[in-house]
C-alpha cells in the first residue's frame, strides 16, 4: 500500500509540474500605451491570397482579452495541418469592423501577420498604439522571423521612399511615382529572396495591396512561375499564377511591341513597327492634360531628340487625347511637333492602350530596332542616362 501511495503522490506532484509548465500555444504582452483602443487581440484568417493584408475582408477565427498587465493567450488554435497565414489585430473603441485592417501608414497599422501550424507555440510583445510596428516574437519559428525582417523592410522603405511631405508640383507628382516605385521594388526584392512561400507572398501583397502591378510587372511574373515550380499544388500559388498571368501583364520587357497602326496628326494612319527608328525608339504614351507628361516633354525629350536624332534614335508620341485641339496646342507650346505624334481621340477607351494592357501614364518604352521592348517607364535623368549608354554601345 505505500508503494501505491507513494507511486500516486509521485504522479500528482508530476502532472502537476506539468500543468506548471503549460504555455498556451499563442500568447503574449500588450504595452496599453493609449486607452482610445479596445482590450482585445483578434486572430483574423484572410480567405484567399489576395485577401491577405485586405480591410473588411478576413473572417475573424477567435479573440483573446488582454488583461490590466497586458498579457493576453490564445489557449487553443484553430486546427492548420500546413503552415498557414493568419493575422493578429487589435482595434480602436468602437470600430465596429473586428477584420479592419490599417495599411496607409506601416508605422500605425494595427495588425501583423503570422504563420500558423499545429504544434506551433508562439509568445509575441507589441504597444497597442503602434502594433506592427513594435511587434516582436520571442523566439520565433523561421518563417515568422522572415515577418519580422520583412516588417522592418516595409517600415524602413516606407520611410526612405514614401514619408516625405505631399507636394502636388509636376516635378513632385512624378518623383512620386518613381518613390513609390522604389519601395515596391524592395518588397519585391524580398520576395525573390524569400526561401519561404507565405512570407514571400505577403511580401507581393504588401508591394501593392490595391492588386495594381502595372509598374512592375516582370517582377510579379517571376514570382508567379518560381512558385508554381517550388509548389504548384498552393492555392495560394494558383492565384498569384492568375494575377500575373503574361496575357493579362503589360507587355514585358523582351516582349515585341504590337504593330499597331498608328492614326498620325497628318491624318495617315501607319504600322507602328514602320515608324521605328534605326537603332533605338522612344514610344512616349502622354496627353495634354498630364503635367508630368509635359514636363518630361519640354525638360528631357526635347533635348533628347536634339542631341540622338541623327544617332538612329526616334521618339513616337502616342496622345490619350479626347480633343484635338487641346492635343495640337499641346504639341506646339512643347516644341515637341519634330517627331511623329498620333492618337486616336477615344480619350481612356485608347484600343492601342487595351494592346498594351496598360492604364496609366507618363509611360514609355524603349524599342530596338526590332521593336522589342529593351526598358520601360524611365523618365527623367534615368531615361537619359539610359539612352546615352544605349546609343554609345
Known amino acids: 500500500m505505500k508503494a501505491i501511495a507513494n507511486f500516486v503522490l509521485f504522479g500528482f506532484l508530476l502532472l502537476k509540474l506539468s500543468a506548471c509548465s ?117 523566439d520565433p519559428n523561421p518563417q515568422n ?50 526561401e519561404h512561400l507565405l512570407p514571400s507572398l505577403v511580401a507581393v501583397r504588401w508591394a501593392s495591396i490595391e492588386g495594381y502591378y502595372e509598374r512592375f510587372p516582370e517582377l510579379i511574373v517571376r514570382q508567379a512561375e518560381r512558385w508554381q515550380v517550388e509548389v504548384p499544388d498552393h492555392p495560394w500559388v494558383q492565384q498569384l499564377a492568375n494575377a500575373a498571368d503574361r496575357k493579362k501583364m503589360p507587355v514585358l520587357l523582351g516582349d515585341q511591341i504590337p504593330d499597331y497602326p498608328m492614326p498620325l496628326l497628318g491624318g495617315d494612319t501607319v504600322r507602328l513597327n514602320t515608324l521605328l527608328g534605326e537603332r533605338l525608339t522612344l514610344l512616349d504614351l502622354w496627353a495634354s492634360w498630364c503635367g508630368p507628361c509635359r514636363v518630361q516633354n519640354k525638360e528631357y525629350l526635347v533635348p533628347l531628340w536634339e542631341e540622338y536624332a541623327e544617332a538612329g534614335f526616334q521618339i513616337l508620341g502616342y496622345g490619350l487625347e479626347a480633343s484635338e485641339r487641346a492635343w495640337l496646342r499641346a504639341i506646339e507650346a512643347d516644341g515637341v511637333q519634330k517627331w511623329p505624334h498620333a492618337s486616336d481621340l477615344m480619350g481612356d477607351d485608347s484600343p492601342l492602350f487595351d494592346q498594351l494592357r496598360i492604364s496609366t501614364i507618363p509611360a514609355n518604352f524603349l524599342l530596338d530596332a526590332e521593336g522589342k521592348v529593351v ?19
Request: aromatic residues 10%; hydrophobic residues 45%; without cysteine.
Open 145 to 194: 522571423a522572415l515577418l519580422v525582417e520583412l516588417r522592418d523592410l516595409r517600415l524602413a522603405a516606407h520611410t526612405l521612399h514614401l514619408g516625405a511631405e505631399e507636394d502636388q508640383s509636376e516635378h513632385a507628382l512624378l518623383e512620386e511615382e518613381e518613390a513609390m516605385l522604389a519601395y515596391q521594388k524592395s518588397l519585391m526584392q524580398f520576395a525573390a529572396t524569400s
Open 22 to 138: 503549460w504555455q498556451p500555444p499563442l500568447s503574449g504582452t500588450i504595452q496599453l500605451d493609449d486607452s482610445d483602443w479596445n482590450q482585445v487581440v483578434y486572430l483574423v484568417a484572410p480567405a484567399n491570397w489576395k485577401a491577405a493584408a485586405s480591410s473588411y475582408v478576413g473572417t475573424v477565427l477567435d479573440s483573446a482579452q488582454i488583461d490590466e498587465n497586458g498579457q493576453f493567450a490564445f489557449e487553443q488554435m484553430p486546427a492548420a495541418q500546413e503552415p498557414v497565414l493568419w493575422q493578429l489585430a487589435v482595434q480602436r473603441q468602437g470600430e465596429r469592423f473586428l477584420n479592419r485592417l490599417d495599411n496607409e501608414v506601416p508605422a500605425l497599422s494595427n495588425y501583423m501577420p503570422l504563420v500558423w501550424q499545429d504544434g506551433y507555440q508562439e509568445a509575441i510583445t507589441a504597444s497597442i498604439s503602434r502594433f506592427q510596428e513594435s511587434f516582436q516574437f520571442i
Open 375 to 393: 526598358a520601360k517607364n524611365l523618365h527623367g535623368e534615368a531615361l537619359v542616362d539610359f539612352i546615352r549608354d544605349y546609343l554609345r554601345e
